[in-house]
């Protein structure tokens, strides 16, 4: 019987998270050179008819837990399930995305199965001698660490838009199971509710201004929302910012906060860490306003500009409200 690259999809309301997508398209990828199948998990309620969606995105076989009591994540009964399922299919390799819910339920089941886990990867290879080659930024992102693990299953948990996004082929045919969701226990966890909801989604905006210590105090970045509501984008930030207390950490750009990969990304004040650049480097075009000429940021930049940014951003400002006929340019 061959072998699979199992891939969890996460949920959330019945949603599936893109991450999982990502994670399909490079299982896919793997599982080719390899030799295995592409298998994918879903837990929740009411996510049967999602099914299908996993297998247009390139699952071979998809194992579905539908149950009421399942609606919300509980990471021990999670976990149960997921440890359960391992060990009755084996899976080669088992992936996760490394969001919040991932970041927690990952170990987890590495820990119940006695295996090795790989957090945070940004890129999975397969080496000359077939061996999964795991990449994750160390030292806090000076260098890009290559893992290998001798445990089985390998498992890694893998950042958010750090793949490519596969393409959706509704012609693709795989094959359901659905298991039979496991007696509700008493995990003596239980959700009291919602107290927040996220304001910004940045890591999946189009446009991003993002601010840094060139800044010099927290009113100052309404300047850089107007400029990034403009462009029709949200505010992101470098984390001194966050450390300050200025904004809610959902805006922070890098290697201990967001993976964003916008059209247009607009550093202002951003020296260019190479912890900041581990969250922004892949996007599309970037900006960097910056009144030092040796910023490293300029080296990663497509378009840059020396100025200060009390100046060039208030003249961005009038200029776009001008083209676009909005009043008070
Ligand atoms: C474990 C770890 C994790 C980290 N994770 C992250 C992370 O996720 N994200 C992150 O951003 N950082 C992270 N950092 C911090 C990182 O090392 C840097 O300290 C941080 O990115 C610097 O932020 P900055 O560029 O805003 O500030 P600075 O490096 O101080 O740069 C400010 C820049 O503003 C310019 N400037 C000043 N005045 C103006 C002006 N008027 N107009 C235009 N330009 C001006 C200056 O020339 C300078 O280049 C992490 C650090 C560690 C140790």
Redesign the pocket.
Known sequence: MTSGILVYAETSDSRIHPVSFELLGKAREIAEKLGLEVWSVIIGFDVKDRAKELIYYGADKVYVYDSEHLKDFNVLTYKDILVDLVKEIDPEIFLIGATPLGRSLAPRVAAALDTGLTADCTDLRVDEEGNLIQIRPAF??NILAHIKTTSKPIMSTIRYKVMPMPKRDESRKGEIVIKNPPEKIDTRIKSLGRISKRTVNIADAEVIVS??????NKEDLKMLEELAKLLGGVLG?????VDEGWIAKEH??????NTVKPKLYIA?????????L??MRDSQIIVA????PS?P?FRHADYGVV????E?VPKLISMIKRIKGVSGS
Do not use: E, M, W
Request: hydrophobic share 30%; charged share 10%.
């Open positions: 806090t992102g601010g840094g210590r060139g800044l010099k930030v470098s984390r001194p910012l922070q750009v890098g290697f201990s906060g202002c004040g951003i020296s260019g860490s190479p912890q900041h581990a969250g306003i910056n009144i030092d910023a940021i100025g200060d940014l009390y060039v």
